[in-house]
């Protein structure tokens, strides 16, 4: 509803009520002619009814100054929940064949983005780091060779989450074979969740996208 329909409303279910107001003021006259499009009449019954908006003016021009802030406020709010609150990322390591072995954990780095609202995964640490308290869905998968061992640990700030692990099999033969896990988690705000390699372990990605790390804000809390 616009706010002259509202003036308009208001003018007709006050003006019943109302009879010994002043008379209106020539600017206030045209002011009101414009705002609520009522013609101002002449004759007693017309005085009586300009008197009355005249009264029901200021009040009017208050009430629609407060609700504009109200507005003006409640779409700040608005938009400041939507950054906050639009919070995703999907990756895949990207076409870079093996990664690993090292000799101690490293941290993944998920260098093909496919979404990161709110730039919260960090691309080039591959870390991300919860901008709002609340509870948070994670997913991450791992391909490679039976032959091969592959970790990859979920942590949540100093701890691990969860695991996807498989044990080289020396006698397995050459298969392949992708392995994934996915967590909820609840999360303070600044809390950092990334992925590491297990030390002595391989991953492997390729244009075909085997290997990601999902992440996403269920809702804050
Ligand atoms: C990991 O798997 C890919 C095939 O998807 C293979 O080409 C690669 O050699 C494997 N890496 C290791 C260390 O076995
Ligand atoms: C998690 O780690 C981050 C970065 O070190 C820190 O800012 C945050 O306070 C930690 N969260 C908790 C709950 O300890
Ligand atoms: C891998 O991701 C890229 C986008 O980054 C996409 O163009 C490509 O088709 C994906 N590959 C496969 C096999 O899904």
Redesign the pocket.
């Known amino acids: 509803m616009s706010y002259s329909t509202l003036y308009l409303l208001l003018i007709v279910l006050f003006s019943c009520n109302c009879s010994s107001m002043s008379e209106p003021q020539e600017k206030e006259k045209e002011e009101l002619t414009g705002r609520s499009g009522l013609p101002v009449e002449s004759g007693a019954a017309g005085n009586q009814q300009s008197c009355l908006i005249t009264g029901l003016y200021p009040l009017l021009a208050e009430l629609s100054s407060t609700l504009q802030s109200l507005k003006a406020s409640l779409e700040q709010e608005q938009f400041r929940r939507k950054e906050e609150h639009n919070v995703a990322f999907s990756a ?1 390591l990207g076409n870079r064949g093996d990664v690993g072995p090292f000799n101690t954990d490293v941290t993944l780095v998920y260098q ?1 983005v ?1 979404v990161n609202a709110g730039s919260h995964y960090n691309t080039g640490t591959g870390i991300f780091t919860a901008p709002v308290k609340g509870v948070y869905f994670f997913s991450l998968s791992g391909h490679n060779k039976t032959t091969k061992p592959m970790g990859l640990r979920l942590f949540k700030n100093g701890s691990q989450m969860t695991i996807i692990y498989n044990y080289a099999l020396s006698d397995a033969g050459i298969r392949y074979e992708t392995l994934s896990n996915s967590i909820t988690l609840m999360l303070e705000k600044g809390d950092q969740v990334s992925v590491h390699l297990l030390a002595n372990t391989w991953v492997f990605d390729n ?3 085997l290997t990601l790390f999902t992440g996403h804000l269920v809702f804050p809390f």
């Open positions: 895949s093909n496919f244009t075909d996208n």
